[in-house]
């Protein structure tokens, strides 16, 4: 019984300390009157290169049997310059078969990620919404979302995202449009 209670105060210690600690950040971060509160939020940057690839951050979730694969999917990666890789594999059975696409990523790199999950994780049947995850944030696999959050995708709408012609805005806007979110209402939400 007194463990629990340990565990609750140094819990509430936590909660308490972290809340401190990110009202001086927000403190310091506050701009001057006269700014506009909320912005309109930023349009997916263009392609920059290799070299400005090293702030995307990429989740894998692959089936065990995939573990010998994962030098080969490194190597991919790092060779667009993508070295923040997180590979988890599942104990049983295998990884849902989607992905989610951050807002920032450039369309090389998401047809990357396409083309990776396809390979590695048998194929993508869904997508998930990029406004749930950061905007330089990739997840192939993920089972942390409910069934119905995920946007089930059509082969031909993802040969169409697959295409190399499009650019990076072109991407995300077809990407928004295949999740609905274009319209500020992800179609798992109708």
């Known amino acids: 019984m007194k463990t629990a209670r340990n565990y609750s105060r140094l819990f509430i210690f936590l909660i308490l300390l972290y809340t401190i600690l990110n009202t001086d950040r927000n403190i310091e971060a506050a701009e001057p009157a006269g700014k506009i509160e909320n912005p309109a939020p930023p349009v997916a940057r263009p392609s920059e290169g290799p070299e400005t690839h090293g702030k995307i951050l990429v989740e894998l979730f692959l089936a065990r049997e995939r573990k010998g694969d994962l030098e080969a ?20 059975g295998n990884p849902p078969e989607n992905i989610a696409i951050g807002k920032n990523i450039p369309a090389d790199v998401a047809r990357l990620a396409i083309r ?75």
């Open 73 to 92: 999917i490194k190597k991919e990666l790092e060779a667009a310059g993508i070295t923040r890789i997180r590979p988890q594999f599942f104990r049983l």
């Open 116 to 190: 990776l999950a396809i390979t590695y994780n048998r194929d993508i049947k869904s997508l998930l919404p990029e406004y749930r995850f950061f905007p330089d944030h990739i997840v192939i696999g993920s089972s942390a979302f409910d069934e119905k959050s995920e946007i089930p995708i059509q082969p031909e709408d993802l040969k169409r995202l697959s295409d190399p012609a499009l650019t990076t805005a072109q991407f995300h806007e077809l990407y928004r449009r295949l999740t609905g979110e274009d319209k500020r209402n992800p179609t798992y939400l109708e």
